[in-house]
């Protein structure tokens, strides 16, 4: 079936996938700028994390169940019922009329952008050798970068232009456009797994032990204390599961996630490498805004125009990977020299301090690009070469799962280590002379409970306006005073905020080295040539699926070396 399709013909089903991709990573972050809109419009402001959560817990915890049930029932209608289930969430949150319907049609289109993201990456193994893949593969891996820079900017731009609506109903002619592309132009190809089975058991599992994983890392610190017993329970819930779901997948006939995978050695360290990298590389992401926008004062309409040059070295570094990869079929020296790069990127962002100027900032962020690009397309390589073909679906979606993993743990993990050392260092400036005045003018403000909140206001052009009109009647030469004093505050304050920001970086960057170290394990296997060669058992260290009759064993291994 797949020689019968033309080059041509798998561009544009590439093309049609690629839009689908391009709808779930959109998702992620478009609804961030239109959020104070739709609190507005719907009057939920206390449910307004849901927006967001909603969708990243569906679309997380679906990723392993649809990545098993592609490789049971084949990936083509799967991945066109995921179009159509996540432009039908769209549609529903785009006519919500209030916020609890909202968050139940965000969480729909959750599960379509689970299934679209299980399968977008295991498609291009369906379509292309191993051999092959690594260019598609980059492109693809530049979809993720372009999406964090495209979804806050095309967010803002509907909200303000049309309605914070039209970032739901924009998915629809794009998700019809994609949907034609690859019902009339993708193969269907059968499934090699003869018999049909699902493995309920570890479905129900492990929905039962991420969820509350999850909720954990979002709700701990924000909503409730680290030490609550509501994250607490969370935490002991989700333990409970997990360990139901591992006891499960041990006696599933066909399990979800099998745990020989982890005997392999290509699988067990790209794995590692790939969690260790989502949680390091979420620092950048979401605190090199917060470091331009309060210590630099750099002017952007939105978080994601300062990210630009980031993604840009994202897009660029992962494609050209994908062509080394596929051209040279060596990916071991790109995966170690890409993530030590990053490491070495993200351990110079935290050398910033109130002296950096815009344009260091920005080669730094370009070199932290370029970095995290090389690995994007690595892994998902790695692990599916390192596999038979029947099991392509469950790798890459455990890719793809243990990403958003390490991105979500990495969010909690920052954002406490940020929040605990603001705490601390800004009990330095209690007895600044300028804050003993603001006390003085206004008895509101309480020095002695000084927190990140109410330092927070003089960042915004709202908090200085205010400030501005307080002293407005006050004595020139007192007013002079203040400002003098309002002005040497700051510089104080930015100083705190940049301490403060670079152990982010500095934790980020030690969690970039520990997978360096992990990506030195990593045995680099031969990459196939086409579809019907088996994996390299022995390279792969993959004992077990040699009794499995999977692929051939060593001696079969050895002859195939001599010709």
């Known amino acids: 079936m797949l020689s019968q399709i033309t080059?041509?013909?798998?561009?544009?089903?590439?093309?049609?996938?690629?839009?689908?991709?391009?709808?779930?990573?959109?998702?992620?972050?478009?609804?961030?700028?239109?959020?104070?809109?739709?609190?507005?419009?719907?009057?939920?402001?206390?449910?307004l994390s849901w927006v967001v959560t909603a969708y990243l817990l569906t679309s997380t915890v679906t990723v392993p169940i649809y990545g098993k049930l592609s490789d049971i029932f084949g990936r083509k209608f799967l991945f066109l019922g995921a179009i159509v289930v996540f432009m039908l969430g769209s549609a529903l949150s785009g006519i919500s009329q209030d916020m609890t319907q909202l968050i139940l049609?965000?969480?729909?289109?959750?599960?379509?952008?689970?299934?679209?993201?299980?399968?977008?990456?295991?498609?291009?193994?369906?379509?292309?050798?191993p051999a092959e893949r690594g260019k598609w593969m980059g492109i693809?891996?530049?979809?993720?970068?372009?999406?964090?820079?495209?979804?806050?900017?095309?967010?803002?731009?509907?909200?303000?232009?049309?309605?914070?609506?039209?970032?739901?109903?924009?998915?629809?002619?794009?998700?019809?456009?994609?949907?034609?592309?690859?019902?009339?132009?993708?193969?269907?190809?059968?499934?090699?797994?003869?018999?049909?089975?699902?493995?309920?058991?570890?479905?129900?599992?492990?929905?039962?032990?991420?969820?509350p994983f999850l909720l954990g890392l979002l709700w701990g610190g924000n909503q409730y204390p680290w030490a609550s017993w509501q994250i607490i329970g969370l935490f002991v819930m989700s333990a409970v599961f997990l360990t139901a779901f591992i006891y499960a997948e041990k006696k599933a006939k066909d399990p979800i996630l099998p745990l020989d995978l982890f005997k392999n050695n290509v699988f067990?360290?790209?794995i590692l490498a790939v969690?260790?990298?989502?949680?390091?590389?979420?620092?950048?992401?979401?605190?090199?805004?917060?470091?331009?926008?309060?210590?630099?004062?750099?002017?952007?309409?939105?978080?994601?125009?300062?990210?630009?040059p980031m993604t840009f070295g994202i897009i660029i570094a992962s494609t050209l990977t994908g062509q080394i990869v596929s051209r040279t079929g060596k990916y071991k020296i790109l995966a170690v020299a890409g993530l030590a790069l990053a490491a070495a990127a993200i351990y110079s962002l935290s050398t910033?301090?109130?002296?950096?100027?815009?344009?260091?900032?920005?080669?730094?962020?370009?070199?932290?690009?370029?970095?995290?690009?090389?690995?994007?397309p690595i892994f998902t390589i790695t692990v599916q070469n390192a596999f038979d073909y029947s099991r392509l679906g469950v790798v890459t979606s455990a890719t793809q799962l243990f990403r958003s993993l390490g991105g979500t743990v990495g969010v909690a993990v920052m954002g406490s280590i940020l929040n605990n050392s603001l705490a601390s260092?800004?009990?330095?400036?209690?007895?600044?002379?300028?804050?003993?005045?603001?006390?003085?003018?206004?008895?509101?403000?309480?020095?002695?409970?000084?927190?990140?909140?109410?330092?927070?206001?003089?960042f915004s052009g709202t908090g200085k306006a205010q400030f501005e009109s307080t002293i407005a009647n006050l004595p020139p030469e007192i007013r002079a005073q203040i400002i003098q004093n309002f002005s040497d505050f700051m510089l104080k304050l930015r100083t705190v905020l940049a301490e403060s920001i670079s152990e982010v970086f500095l934790i980020s960057s030690f969690f970039m080295v520990?997978?360096?170290?992990?990506?030195?394990?990593?045995?680099?296997?031969?990459?196939?040539?086409?579809?019907?060669?088996?994996?390299f058992a022995q390279e792969a260290g993959i004992e077990l699926a040699e009794e499995e009759g999977q692929i051939p064993p060593k001696q079969e291994i050895e002859i195939f070396r001599k010709k």
């Not at 779930?24 to 239109?34: G, K, N, P, Y």
């Not at 969690?275 to 309409?301: E, H, K, R, S």
């Not at 950096?356 to 690009?373: N, P, S, Y």
Request: overall charge positive; cysteine-free; charged content about 10%.
């Open 140 to 211: 693809f891996g530049g979809v993720f970068g372009l999406s964090s820079v495209l979804g806050p900017t095309l967010g803002g731009y509907l909200t303000d232009h049309a309605s914070w609506r039209w970032n739901f109903y924009i998915n629809i002619p794009v998700g019809i456009l994609a949907l034609v592309v690859v019902y009339f132009l993708m193969p269907h190809i059968k499934s090699t797994v003869k018999e049909k089975y699902i493995d309920y058991a570890g479905a129900i599992t492990i929905i039962l032990g991420l969820v």
């Open 514 to 535: 520990l997978a360096v170290i992990f990506s030195l394990f990593l045995k680099e296997v031969p990459l196939r040539k086409s579809h019907s060669d088996r994996p």
């Open 268 to 270: 067990l360290f790209s």
């Open 352 to 376: 910033m301090d109130v002296n950096t100027t815009q344009r260091d900032m920005i080669l730094r962020m370009i070199a932290t690009g370029l970095g995290l690009g090389v690995t994007f």
């Open 275 to 308: 969690f260790l990298t989502g949680l390091g590389m979420f620092g950048a992401f979401i605190y090199i805004p917060l470091f331009a926008q309060m210590v630099l004062g750099t002017n952007a309409t939105n978080s994601g125009l300062i990210l630009t």
């Open 425 to 458: 260092k800004i009990q330095t400036l209690k007895g600044d002379q300028f804050l003993n005045q603001v006390s003085q003018i206004n008895p509101q403000f309480n020095i002695e409970k000084l927190n990140v909140n109410q330092l927070q206001a003089f």
């Open 7 to 47: 080059n041509s013909q798998k561009v544009l089903v590439m093309i049609g996938v690629m839009l689908g991709l391009l709808l779930a990573a959109l998702d992620q972050t478009i609804v961030s700028t239109a959020l104070p809109r739709i609190v507005q419009d719907l009057k939920g402001l206390e449910h």
């Open 105 to 129: 049609f965000r969480g729909l289109q959750g599960i379509g952008g689970g299934a679209l993201f299980a399968t977008a990456f295991t498609i291009i193994a369906d379509l292309f050798a």
